[in-house]
């Protein structure tokens, strides 16, 4: 059943994304490469951590990992295990820090994401990255960026080389808020758990984020992945739970059918009993299992 304890852990900003344990070996295995800079921004680093595989040369086919944290908490760390168990399963792959709210408002946190493309891309032979297969993964804030990134791209740079543009070739969305013009928290008690671990209200962290609270502001809409729904985009899967208190599933079955619609290659996974938490998603290992059969579908 719905885990609350999990809930609170990412709420307070202790457990704000879960991790995938590797195994002994794995972790023998695979080099991670910490604290790395892929930009600067009026002398602020941007950083990651980086890992490819421990044997062959590639060129690999990349995934871009993105962080949890309603826009203005969490840190890279959440997914560096991930990072070394696509490692070993063949990828290279980078989690990366981007500027978060209130001090840098939208579109501060996508124009980071993009500048990370950029960079491995531009470095794309020193990492051993085949610049024409990239992936992204986040969870609720980060997987919020990955399809923005992945939809406006497809959107307005359809027309240039993939090189040359910040198009990636699959995404895998845990939990991400799909409208933001109406989002709302589904109950007293999750807006309870906002309040004591962002010490503000659930409108005032989205107005940290857009700087406004109005849902009819435009750029509501211009931050809503629903809104940028075209046939370029790249294929999307989707994981949320049942019992999730902060993404209803309607909004995300509303968002498949549209990318269905579109003729964008879809797969959406509904976890019965399940939260806004990737460990509890994950837990019995058969979502992981899924992403890692869905990436390799569409990067291998």
Same mark, same amino acid.
């Given at each position: 059943?719905?885990?609350?304890?999990?809930?609170?852990?990412?709420?307070?900003?202790?457990?704000?994304?879960?991790?995938?344990?590797?195994?002994?070996?794995?972790?023998?295995?695979?080099?991670?490469?910490?604290?790395?800079?892929?930009?600067?921004?009026?002398?602020?680093?941007?950083?990651?951590?980086?890992?490819?595989?421990?044997?062959?040369?590639?060129?690999?086919?990349?995934?871009?990992?993105?962080?949890?944290?309603?826009?203005?908490?969490?840190?890279?760390?959440?997914?560096?295990?991930?990072?070394?168990?696509?490692?070993?399963?063949?990828?290279?792959?980078?989690?990366?820090?981007?500027?978060?709210?209130?001090?840098?408002?939208?579109?501060?946190?996508?124009?980071?994401?993009?500048?990370?493309?950029?960079?491995?891309?531009?470095?794309?032979?020193?990492?051993?990255?085949?610049?024409?297969?990239?992936?992204?993964?986040?969870?609720?804030?980060?997987?919020?960026?990955?399809?923005?990134?992945?939809?406006?791209?497809?959107?307005?740079?359809? +027309?240039? *080389? !993939?090189?040359?543009?910040?198009?990636?070739?699959?995404? =895998?969305?845990?939990? &991400? $808020?799909?409208? #933001?013009?109406?989002?709302?928290?589904?109950?007293?008690?999750?807006?309870?758990?906002?309040?004591?671990?962002?010490?503000?209200?659930?409108?005032?962290?989205?107005?940290?984020?857009?700087?406004?609270?109005?849902? +009819?502001? *435009? !750029?509501?809409?211009?931050?809503?992945?629903?809104?940028? =729904?075209?046939?370029? &985009? $790249?294929?999307? #899967?989707?994981?949320?739970?049942?019992?999730?208190?902060?993404?209803?599933?309607?909004?995300?079955?509303?968002?498949?059918?549209?990318?269905?619609?579109?003729?964008?290659?879809?797969?959406?996974?509904?976890?019965?009993?399940?939260?806004?938490?990737?460990?509890?998603?994950?837990?019995?290992?058969?979502?992981?299992?899924?992403?890692?059969?869905?990436?390799?579908?569409?990067?291998?």
């Amino acid at each position: 059943m719905f885990s609350y304890r999990r809930q609170l852990y990412l709420f307070v900003g202790v457990l704000l994304a879960s991790v995938l344990v590797v195994s002994p070996a794995s972790a023998e295995r695979v080099k991670l490469e910490k604290n790395r800079v892929y930009g600067t921004v009026d002398g602020e680093e941007l950083s990651y951590d980086f890992a490819a595989p421990p044997e062959g040369n590639g060129p690999f086919p990349f995934l871009l990992c993105i962080h949890a944290g309603g826009w203005q908490l969490g840190n890279k760390k959440s997914y560096r295990d991930i990072v070394k168990e696509l490692a070993e399963r063949g990828y290279a792959a980078a989690t990366i820090e981007y500027r978060l709210t209130p001090k840098h408002k939208w579109p501060a946190q996508l124009e980071d994401v993009r500048r990370a493309v950029d960079f491995f891309r531009a470095n794309a032979r020193t990492h051993k990255i085949d610049p024409g297969r990239i992936g992204v993964v986040g969870d609720d804030a980060g997987a919020h960026l990955g399809l923005m990134l992945a939809l406006t791209a497809a959107e307005k740079e359809g +027309s240039k *080389p !993939v090189a040359e543009s910040h198009r990636v070739q699959a995404v =895998v969305n845990f939990f &991400a $808020p799909l409208d #933001l013009r109406e989002w709302h928290v589904a109950s007293k008690w999750a807006e309870t758990m906002i309040r004591i671990g962002f010490f503000k209200s659930s409108d005032q962290i989205v107005a940290d984020f857009l700087g406004t609270s109005d849902r +009819s502001a *435009p !750029v509501y809409a211009e931050v809503s992945p629903m809104t940028h =729904v075209t046939a370029g &985009a $790249p294929p999307v #899967l989707t994981f949320l739970g049942t019992d999730d208190p902060l993404v209803p599933v309607a909004q995300a079955r509303k968002f498949h059918a549209a990318l269905k619609e579109a003729g964008v290659t879809e797969e959406l996974v509904v976890a019965e009993d399940r939260g806004h938490d990737r460990e509890d998603i994950n837990h019995d290992g058969k979502a992981f299992e899924r992403m890692y059969a869905f990436f390799d579908a569409h990067l291998k």
